[in-house]
T-cell receptor, first 112, second 114 residues
Framework: NAGVTQTPKFQVLKTGQSMTLQCAQD?????MSWYRQDPGMGLRLIHY???????DQGEVPNGYNVSRSTTEDFPLRLLSAAPSQTSVYFC???????????FGSGTRLTVV | QQPVQSPQAVILREGEDAVINCSSS?????VHWYRQKHGEAPVFLMI?????EQKGHDKISASFNEKKQQSSLYLTASQLSYSGTYFC???????????????FGRGTQLTVWP
């Protein structure tokens, strides 16, 4: 099992550019989430999904879109990058219930 | 929506004990605990479900007070490997909330010195 795979690991964008952060898991987990981590702010929930075709907003969804067409994949789209979106992004998945989340290794994004 | 963690930072000598607290203003279904080392992804430690169960493995354990919507993580006889940032995450059962929506606190930085 590869677990949760995030690509790319590093990315530099110019303000206004768009891009997609990829997240894939091979554990057949129903729950998947995207978090951003900024110094002193902890992990903040952007969007989450409880199954294929079902997504919902977290606490900081503005400027981001998601879709979940398959159980395995949960891409995060930045529509028009802004310097405030400079952060480390983590994708995580879980079977739900009494199980915790497995995190990907993260994507470090810089917007200039 | 974020749970509140305290303290923000703890410095220990090897062998000492520590307690990290997590509280929420919402009725909780579950509390998760994770540890993150510098430059790495968070790693799941344990989950406590509604019902007040206490869990633990090795010298790390946790409790969940359902009435107070609080959880505590206990680290006993700390080791150098315990250093890192500890996060609690909470899922609420309050009206308008759904499972799968896990909110994290801002973290507690634990440093263990030899």
């Amino acid at each position: 099992n590869a677990g949760v795979t995030q690509t790319p690991k590093f990315q530099v964008l110019k303000t206004g550019q768009s891009m997609t952060l990829q997240c894939a898991q091979d554990m057949n987990h129903e729950y998947m989430s995207w978090y951003r981590q900024d110094p002193g702010m902890g992990l903040r929930l952007i969007h989450y999904s409880v199954g294929a075709g079902i997504t919902d907003q977290g606490e900081v969804p503005n400027g981001y879109n998601v879709s979940r067409s398959t159980t395995e994949d949960f891409p995060l789209r930045l529509l028009s990058a802004a310097p405030s979106q400079t952060s480390v992004y983590f994708c995580a998945s879980s079977p739900g219930g009494s199980y915790g989340y497995t995190f990907g290794s993260g994507t470090r994004l810089t917007v200039v | 929506q974020q749970p509140v963690q305290s303290p923000q930072a703890v410095i220990l000598r090897e062998g000492e004990d520590a307690v990290i607290n997590c509280s929420s203003s919402k009725a909780l279904y579950s509390v998760h605990w994770y540890r993150q080392k510098h430059g790495e992804a968070p790693v799941f430690l344990m989950i406590l479900l509604k019902g007040g169960e206490q869990k633990g493995h090795d010298k790390i354990s946790a409790s969940f007070n359902e009435k107070k919507q609080q959880s505590s993580l206990y680290l006993t006889a700390s080791q150098l490997s315990y250093s890192g940032t500890y996060f609690c995450g909470t899922e609420s059962v309050a009206r308008g909330s759904t499972l799968g929506r896990l909110y994290f606190g801002r973290g507690t930085q634990l440093t263990v010195w030899p």
